[in-house]
């Protein structure tokens, strides 16, 4: 990593109340990975290293803004990708017990790889859709928190993360804007589903100021069976919204 994006990550992470000091080796090594990944498959459309630095690992780590995942948590992070939010959040919080989900095998394997390679031993990923997830006994119901950072809509979120959690579990979705539109069809699924939220959070990204929301929904009672529906469901027919 060179100075520059050393300097824009610890000021960013700064910003956000934490001092990576002793970690700046591990994501000098993530951000490595990611670029040979990158050179083999197409991983992410970020390729710089300001770029990562920032929209990854900076952004990935304003998922701890609110104390949401301050305990020693079991997470899921649904639709992880290349491993986002996962791999910075599991550098900085060796305490939090991550399994990223992807559908996609060839990211998890990334994902994987990156995580032995970065000695991260509270990192499990899986391979998997979160409507088949959600309606094993395996995971339905097993997990504190759900993490999500660019996947879907709200509302599809809250039918794919709240079976997934335990009651008293919390859905942790970080979102850039979000409309009145998609925040009501999100309150009305999460009701649906067995959720309720709790927290709405607009703040801007360090450094670059993009805008973005966290969006903190809590289970409050069991999700009725027929949700996940099946495969694909979620996103083409979404709770109380328009599939775009
Ligand atoms: C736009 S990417 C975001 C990746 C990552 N969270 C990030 O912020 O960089 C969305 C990812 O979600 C995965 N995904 C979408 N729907 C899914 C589902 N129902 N179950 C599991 N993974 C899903 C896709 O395969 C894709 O890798």
Same mark, same amino acid.
């Given at each position: 990593?060179?100075?520059?994006?050393?300097?824009?990550?610890?000021? +960013?992470?700064?910003?956000?109340?934490? @001092?990576?000091?002793?970690?700046?080796?591990? %994501?000098?090594?993530?951000?490595?990975?990611?670029?040979?990944?990158?050179?083999?498959?197409?991983?992410?459309?970020?390729?710089?290293?300001? @770029?990562? /630095?920032?929209?990854?690992? /900076?952004?990935?780590?304003?998922?701890?803004?609110? #104390?949401?995942?301050?305990?020693?948590?079991?997470?899921?992070?649904?639709?992880? #990708?290349?491993? =986002?939010?996962?791999?910075? !959040?599991?550098?900085?919080?060796?305490?939090?017990? =991550?399994?990223?989900?992807?559908?996609?095998?060839?990211?998890?394997? =990334?994902?994987?790889?990156?995580?032995?390679?970065?000695?991260?031993?509270?990192?499990?990923?899986?391979? +998997?859709?979160?409507?088949?997830?959600?309606?094993?006994?395996?995971?339905?119901?097993?997990?504190?928190?759900?993490?999500?950072?660019?996947?879907?809509?709200?509302?599809?979120?809250?039918?794919?993360?709240?079976? !997934?959690?335990?009651?008293?579990?919390?859905?942790?979705?970080?979102? +850039? &804007?979000?409309? &009145?539109?998609?925040?009501?069809?999100?309150?009305?699924?999460?009701?649906?589903?067995?959720?309720?939220?709790?927290?709405?959070?607009? %703040?801007?990204? &360090?450094?670059?100021?993009?805008?973005?929301?966290?969006?903190?929904?809590?289970?409050?009672?069991?999700?009725? #069976?027929?949700?996940?529906?099946?495969?694909? /469901?979620?996103?083409?027919?979404?709770? %109380?919204?328009?599939?775009?």
């Amino acid at each position: 990593m060179n100075k520059e994006s050393e300097a824009l990550l610890l000021q +960013g992470a700064g910003e956000l109340g934490l @001092d990576l000091g002793g970690q700046m080796p591990q %994501f000098a090594q993530l951000l490595q990975l990611l670029q040979e990944g990158n050179a083999r498959t197409n991983l992410t459309a970020l390729k710089t290293e300001s @770029d990562i /630095v920032l929209k990854h690992f /900076v952004d990935s780590l304003t998922c701890l803004r609110g #104390g949401h995942l301050n305990d020693e948590f079991s997470v899921v992070d649904l639709g992880t #990708g290349a491993g =986002f939010p996962t791999l910075p !959040l599991a550098i900085v919080r060796p305490d939090l017990d =991550f399994t990223p989900v992807d559908s996609t095998r060839k990211k998890i394997e =990334f994902v994987l790889a990156t995580a032995q390679s970065l000695g991260l031993n509270n990192v499990r990923p899986l391979v +998997g859709r979160a409507e088949t997830l959600g309606q094993e006994p395996e995971h339905r119901g097993q997990y504190d928190r759900v993490v999500v950072r660019a996947v879907a809509a709200l509302p599809i979120l809250a039918e794919l993360a709240l079976p !997934l959690l335990r009651v008293g579990g919390l859905l942790v979705a970080q979102k +850039g &804007p979000i409309s &009145p539109e998609e925040l009501n069809a999100g309150r009305r699924a999460a009701g649906e589903v067995g959720g309720t939220v709790q927290e709405v959070e607009s %703040f801007n990204l &360090p450094m670059l100021g993009d805008a973005r929301t966290l969006v903190v929904i809590e289970k409050v009672k069991a999700t009725p #069976g027929k949700y996940p529906r099946r495969v694909g /469901v979620p996103g083409s027919q979404p709770l %109380f919204w328009q599939a775009r």
